[in-house]
Nanobody
Framework: QVQLVESGGGLVQPGGSLRLSCAAS????????MGWYRQVPGKERELVAT???????AYGESVRGRFAISRDDGERMVSLQMSSLKPEDTAVYFC???????WGQGTQVTVSS
């Protein structure tokens, strides 16, 4: 059974940093492209970043240069380091196995003073 469990969300002030982690189980993790997405109420889910099996990365335009995605195949984890956070980064962040229907439960990130 595939499971994705996110952690690390919370409240942070504008300009601050936060690190999200996603632990995967039930899959051959190293073979898959992993992604982080985010969603605010009333809007579509937005791609934040992806990392493929060769650790090549891609980022949404709104986070490029501020966020960094990484993976640890031994630990079966994908992380998202978020820096220079802005109030518009406030959302529920989801971990996803690309090209599948497997999603984590989401973790709330709130950027506010």
């Amino acid at each position: 059974q595939v499971q994705l469990v996110e952690s690390g969300g919370g409240l942070v002030q504008p300009g601050g940093s936060l690190r999200l982690s996603c632990a995967a189980s039930g899959i051959m993790f190293r073979l898959y492209t992993m992604g982080w997405y985010r969603q605010v109420p009333g809007k579509e889910r937005e791609l934040v970043a992806t990392i493929d099996a060769a650790s090549r990365t891609a980022y949404g335009e709104s986070v490029r240069g501020r966020f960094a995605i990484s993976r640890d195949d031994g630990e079966r984890m994908v992380s998202l380091q978020m820096s220079s956070l802005k109030p518009e980064d406030t959302a529920v962040y989801f971990c996803h196995i690309q090209s599948t229907n497997h999603w984590g439960q989401g973790t709330q990130v709130t950027v506010s003073s």
